[in-house]
């Protein structure tokens, strides 16, 4: 039997990078549009009418005016971070050693883990992310957690354990070798498995050695379809420490390049304060950038350069990134808001498809997903976000008076939080419904 599903609504593909050729050029909208998932893929976006007419015998779920695009897509966040939201009065390596290391020590206990990893992935489904690209902690228990609460919900979900052997507490420590060990047994047992795909995730260069950074580089070279996710120059303090520690390297970027840690399928969090050797080696070798901007603006941590970065002769691999808890909050709403106004600091405004474009598109190219998830389109799984373009009075009042779809978007993007997700759908299945008021 197959499974056969049509949601009607306004729908948002993207036929191209903004970034490339325009906003004009990169979307397609259909105002009355539709969407055909059939066995958790999609089978075809198009007019309403069109879409209703080739897929007769399937079951419609009509959503007015609610706006149908691809589920948001996170290619960095900390689930075990998610309780200590929003903790005051820190940058990085105080947070870390004042918040992030005493949180993080719980989750040696499995069920404490569990618990977690279930109350995070929800909450990311209550915000329309599908997939995401996740740190667990040092435990290897916390990543079986993970994958666990993912395959439950059928996402498509990226995680990895946390390698840290020295400048942590002892309880966080693992070693060289029980660090390569762990991991290798973890991507035996998920990497590949249902919708999971294991990321190998040294925190940090300060909290790796060197033996640490060649045996991830070593594994990542036994398994190279794995992702590589760490933390790359996110506060000078940080930068500057990375010096101390590695006086060989030319850069901070330069330590992970020595290691075999860069190249397609790496994703470095923040990548605020880049040489202009940096900039071009982390293009050069493919590697992809998280951009994290509440967790930016939320530490102090500095203004990422998008427009050098991102939209400029030759661009560097951009996701958008909630980075909780660093990052305070998982709509990705919130998100796209602040790295608009990060750019509006440095004297550049991020249109509101090159957001969502990063959003969505953006994090699964970091994530190597393109061609799986992140647009909606036919061929790709079906997962995928209904926003109520109207869900609070004020927004349905700016909403009268917007005179384009980008308006709209970018309304959206300044105004909207998770009252705005009215549903959420993994592989084409309802993983999450939010509001149902009449249209
Ligand atoms: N750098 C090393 N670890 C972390 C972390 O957990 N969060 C953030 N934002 N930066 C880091
Ligand atoms: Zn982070």
Same mark, same amino acid.
């Given at each position: 039997m197959t499974d056969r599903l049509?949601?009607?609504?306004?729908?948002?593909? %993207?036929?191209?990078?903004?970034?490339?050729?325009?906003?004009e050029a990169a979307v397609a909208h259909q105002s009355d549009g539709a969407v055909w998932i059939e066995d958790g893929l999609i089978r075809a976006v198009g007019p309403a009418e069109e879409i209703l007419e080739r897929a007769h015998t399937a079951s419609?779920?009509?959503?007015?005016?609610?706006?149908?695009?691809?589920?948001?897509?996170?290619?960095?966040?900390?689930?075990?971070?998610?309780?200590? +939201?929003?903790?005051?009065?820190?940058? $990085?390596?105080?947070?870390?050693?004042?918040?992030?290391?005493?949180?993080?020590?719980?989750?040696?206990?499995?069920?404490? #883990?569990r618990a977690a990893a279930g109350f995070f992935l929800d909450q990311c489904l209550r915000n329309g992310i599908t997939t995401s690209s996740v740190y667990a902690t040092v435990h290897p228990g916390s990543v079986d957690a993970f994958f666990e609460a993912a395959s439950a919900r059928g996402l498509r979900m990226g995680c990895g354990k946390v390698l840290m052997d020295r400048n942590a507490p002892d309880a966080l420590r693992d070693t060289a070798q029980t660090g390569y060990d762990q991991s290798k047994a973890l991507i035996e047992r998920w990497h590949g498995i249902g919708r999971n795909i294991y990321a190998i995730t040294p925190r940090f260069a300060p909290t790796s050695s060197p033996a640490q950074l060649e045996a991830a580089g070593a594994l990542w070279k036994e398994y190279p379809d794995t992702l590589m996710q760490t933390h790359l120059s996110e506060n000078p303090k940080e930068v500057a420490w990375v010096?101390?520690?590695?006086?060989?390297?030319?850069?901070?970027?330069?330590?992970?390049?020595? %290691?075999?840690?860069?190249?397609p399928g790496a994703i470095f969090g923040h990548a605020i304060h880049l040489t202009a050797?940096?900039?071009?080696?982390?293009?050069?070798?493919?590697?992809?950038?998280?951009?994290?901007?509440?967790?930016?603006?939320?530490?102090?941590?500095?203004? %990422?350069?998008?427009?050098?970065?991102?939209?400029?002769?030759?661009p560097v691999a951009v996701g958008l990134a909630t980075d909780v808890a660093g990052g305070t909050s998982l709509s990705m709403f919130a998100t796209m808001r602040a790295a608009y106004e990060i750019a509006q600091l440095r004297g550049y405004s991020l249109h509101p498809a090159k957001a969502w474009y990063?959003?969505? #598109?953006?994090?699964?190219g970091?994530?190597?997903?393109?061609?799986? +998830?992140?647009? $909606?389109a036919a061929g790709m799984e079906a997962d995928i976000v209904?926003?109520?373009? #109207?869900?609070?009075?004020?927004?349905?009042?700016?909403?009268?008076?917007?005179?384009?779809?980008?308006?709209? $978007?970018?309304?959206?993007?300044?105004?909207?939080?998770?009252?705005?997700?009215?549903?959420?759908?993994?592989?084409?299945r309802l993983v999450f419904q939010g509001n149902t008021k009449d249209q």
């Open positions: 049509v949601l009607k609504g306004q729908t948002l593909t %993207f036929t191209d990078d903004p970034f490339r050729v325009g906003p419609v779920v009509d959503y007015g005016d609610c706006l149908i695009a691809a589920g948001f897509i996170d290619c960095h966040a900390h689930y075990p971070q998610l309780s200590m +939201v929003a903790s005051y009065g820190a940058q $990085l390596l105080d947070w870390l050693e004042k918040y992030t290391f005493p949180t993080e020590s719980a989750f040696a206990d499995a069920d404490h #883990a010096a101390e520690l590695f006086p060989e390297a030319p850069d901070y970027f330069g330590v992970c390049e020595e %290691f075999g840690l860069a190249g050797r940096e900039r071009a080696a982390i293009r050069d070798t493919g590697s992809a950038i998280a951009h994290c901007p509440t967790s930016n603006t939320f530490m102090g941590s500095g203004l %990422f350069d998008m427009e050098g970065l991102r939209d400029c002769a030759r990063l959003a969505s #598109a953006g994090s699964a970091a994530m190597r997903l393109d061609g799986r +998830v992140g647009n $909606l209904v926003i109520d373009l #109207a869900s609070t009075p004020l927004i349905a009042r700016r909403m009268a008076g917007a005179d384009s779809l980008w308006d709209a $978007l970018f309304a959206q993007i300044i105004l909207a939080d998770d009252r705005a997700i009215r549903a959420t759908y993994a592989a084409g």
